[in-house]
């Protein structure tokens, strides 16, 4: 399931291709008709991320010109607003004209064009064909649920776990439910560290699980939730209650870097320079088991100039049976509640 700081680059991506523009809205599928006639002829004038939850704001193109003759962003009640959970399978996919670099993918796992993340800027006949009007967006590819074009991109939903026209009320009781997110700068009560302590301090449930309650800190995911936990030396069983004020505000002060250098990257790295050493390097690498070769996780950055490989960008997260990069100490795996826990033994006590 993408985290928390891939939904806030789709909010900006959003932002960057098409902030302003009336687009078309449809949903070749099928499942998302009544919503799209809804939006379609619209103006998208918001764009923003509460943890894994994205929202699309649209305003009517009847909207007074604002200064400068632009047209005015009328206030959130006025907006039909567009919700999105991608879940385990959502992605979106995006295409453009060749006028401006365009990202390819974000979300759920899917094939690249060139193995690259990023469509560059020039003409890309294959992707943007020229019709007698200008550019043709390319034909859906699968299940779409919902396609948005503009006057230079376009971008394709698949695979959400949800996808509804909202009010302005729904929106504000969807992020109501949600704990804190450590990309956003809102204020307290809504933002902040001291609403993820009270919550934690408050439960008789494993930190470990915790930190991957929605209602706790939103955006959270497997990966940040097993690297912070390692970061902050803490075991990832031990009881919300028992654990520190202190501790907990600085796995929150540490959230608030990884996750927004993550947003602003599109990879996760947790690694400090000193302890990015390939697996193997000091300690030997168990033999393979069953179902060989090993999951790796696809960053947007692989096979970017200077940036952190894939394999050294981690501490625990999918390195069961690996030396901890810290002590050596065999990294460990359990499910907890649905999900796959990784932790170190030793520096995690």
Not at 161 to 185: F, K, N, Q, W, Y
């Amino acid at each position: 399931m993408p985290e928390g700081h891939t939904v806030h680059r789709l909010a900006r991506t959003f932002g960057e291709l098409f902030a302003g523009q009336v687009l078309a809205v449809s949903s070749p599928q099928g499942r998302f008709e009544a919503g799209a006639a809804l939006l379609d002829g619209s103006r998208l004038v918001a764009s923003r991320a509460w943890g894994k939850q994205l929202f699309l704001g649209f305003a009517d193109t009847s909207a007074r010109p604002g200064p400068g003759g632009a047209p005015a962003v009328p206030p959130d009640d006025e907006l039909r607003w567009l919700r999105v959970h991608l879940g385990l399978y959502g992605a979106w996919t995006f295409a453009g004209d060749g006028s401006s670099a365009v990202v390819h993918a974000i979300g759920a796992p899917r094939k690249r064009i060139g193995e690259r993340d990023s469509i560059p800027a020039g003409p890309l006949a294959s992707l943007a064909p020229q019709g007698e009007d200008g550019w043709t967006p390319p034909p859906p590819r699968g299940a779409v649920r919902a396609r948005l074009v503009g006057d230079h991109a376009v971008a394709d939903l698949t695979g959400p776990t949800a996808c509804e026209v909202v009010s302005a009320d729904e929106v504000r009781a969807v992020e109501a439910r949600l704990g804190p997110d450590p990309i956003r700068d809102d204020p307290p009560p809504a933002g902040g560290p001291d609403r993820f302590v009270a919550a934690v301090r408050r439960s008789r449930t494993s930190v470990g699980q915790l930190l991957m309650n929605q209602d706790v800190v939103a955006g959270v995911g497997n990966i940040y939730r097993a690297e912070a936990l390692f970061r902050a030396g803490l075991d990832p069983l031990a009881a919300g209650r028992d654990v520190p004020a202190e501790t907990l505000r600085a796995i929150w002060e540490d959230l608030v870097v990884l996750m927004r250098e993550g947003a602003a990257t599109g990879a996760i790295v947790t690694t400090r320079p000193e302890d990015r050493l390939p697996d193997g390097a000091t300690h030997p690498r168990p033999a393979p088991g069953p179902g060989a070769p090993r999951q790796q996780v696809r960053q947007n950055t692989d096979g970017s100039t200077g940036a952190v490989p894939a394999d050294q960008a981690f501490y625990v997260y999918h390195r069961d049976g690996l030396p901890c990069r810290v002590c050596g100490t065999p990294v460990l795996m359990k499910d907890l509640a649905g999900r796959k826990l990784y932790w170190c033994p030793t520096c995690q006590r």
